[in-house]
């Protein structure tokens, strides 16, 4: 994401803000576990930064805008440059994080002309590689790498032709190539599947997904991935659209696999303060409620999405603290349904012990019926963990989340 600073207002120019007036219950409510919680973190490999993955305490961490991309591992054939991700690995082992690698975005000696230069410069470029220059790169980074990194994901966003200028036909056949030679190196590997991008009304993700799935690729790869961001029009509600797409594509090819988001967050020009809050925690919330295994937040110390931590006060900011805080309330517990009437959403959690409800408008302001078990229940704000009691049947509600404790 980081170079491409147009793909965001793109997607916001063809999305259409209205949201689903009802969520269709087909999901199977799962527990949530630490697994769901990924990362991405940038500038680890300047030393005085290899202690920020310790501060969330995230073991998921997807390699992307980590200086690590084909074009950056080998920019000569066969001269390899293996300092910055060898450092990244070996901080990941001494915090025992399992990462994801992003195979992809090759150096130029190695693409097919024409030559397409990627927005990472360099001689970096989406042009699709040769096949004989692809499997020697994946089978150097399989071997070298063997029990370190298990998870390898296929390219990045490439639905868009700023990262990738193939056809789909194509990734699929490499798809195929690196899947053998990885799990020939280790059967334990994981193949992620390459994670399009779109939104409500640019369904061309979905289309180009659909293509890459038709070439017989889906016995190569273990989990389905995708991208989805959120910003000043297009809200963390119109993920349901997205993702309830998506599993109808894969219900319909028959492909029964794990599904990651791993790449998404908001945009900080557009949503800063308690908004930001709101939209990390929305977020989280509903891709649960849909049954996303996985979700790697993109990024822990960026300026441009998802910031979690101040570069400058050395320490997190107010939506990192609501981002531990969520983490720690969601383990253990079950999201049981999902509604949404008259612009109010409605998760059902199971505790174990009891039920609670979380629950928000998409207007600033609200009235929410509730039915007299909610009177003297405690309600807490997601947002700065203030709480009270529920004195009658009307619930004030605005767009930060709300947790009701039964």
């Not at 063809?14 to 990924?38: A, I, N, Q």
């Not at 070439?215 to 790869?221: H, R």
């Not at 999902?338 to 009891?354: A, Q, R, Y």
């Amino acid at each position: 994401m980081k170079k491409i600073f147009f793909l965001l207002p793109l997607c916001a120019a063809l999305l259409s803000c209205s949201t689903v007036s009802k969520v269709k219950k087909d999901f199977t409510p799962l527990e949530v576990k630490e697994e769901y919680f990924g990362m991405h973190y940038h500038d680890i490999f300047e030393k005085e930064n290899k202690d920020l993955v310790k501060i969330v305490d995230s073991k998921y961490w997807r390699l992307w805008d980590s200086g690590t991309l084909w074009a950056d591992l080998e920019p000569s054939n066969d001269q390899w440059n293996f300092e910055r991700l060898d450092f990244m690995v070996e901080i990941a082992k001494e915090n025992e994080i399992e990462l994801v690698f992003t195979l992809g975005v090759g150096p130029d000696w190695a693409c097919r002309k024409p030559i397409i230069k990627s927005g990472y410069g360099g001689n970096s470029t989406t042009s699709p590689p040769y096949m004989e220059h692809w499997k020697d790169y994946v089978k150097t980074l399989g071997e070298r790498y063997k029990g370190a990194i298990k998870y390898w994901e296929i390219w990045n966003e490439p639905n868009f032709i700023w990262f990738y200028a193939g056809t789909a036909g194509y990734l699929a056949e490499l798809t195929k190539e690196a899947s053998v030679i990885l799990k020939n190196i280790d059967p334990d590997n994981k193949i992620v599947a390459p994670s399009i991008t779109g939104w409500k009304g640019e369904p061309f993700g979905l289309w180009w997904l659909d293509a890459y799935l038709s070439y017989g690729v889906a016995d190569y790869v273990d989990i389905i991935g995708f991208h989805l961001y959120t910003g000043k029009l297009y809200q963390p509600e119109d993920m349901v659209y997205h993702i309830t797409e998506l599993k109808k594509l894969l219900k319909r090819r028959k492909i029964d696999k794990p599904i990651w988001n791993t790449e998404g967050a908001f945009t900080t020009k557009n949503v800063y303060g308690d908004d930001a809050i709101k939209a990390m925690a929305k977020m989280h919330i509903i891709q649960l409620a849909l049954n996303v295994d996985r979700f790697y937040w993109y990024a822990f110390n960026n300026n441009l999405f998802g910031s979690l931590y101040d570069k400058k006060e050395k320490k997190l900011n107010k939506t990192g603290e609501a981002y531990i805080s969520l983490m720690k309330y969601l383990e253990g517990k079950k999201i049981v349904s999902i509604d949404n009437k008259n612009s109010v959403w409605i998760f059902e959690i199971d505790n174990g012990s009891n039920k609670e409800v979380i629950l928000w408008s998409e207007k600033k302001k609200d009235i929410y019926k509730c039915s007299d078990e909610f009177i003297g229940k405690i309600i807490e704000n997601i947002s700065d963990g203030k709480s009270s009691l529920i004195k009658d049947n009307n619930i004030e509600l605005g767009k930060v989340p709300l947790i009701i404790k039964f």
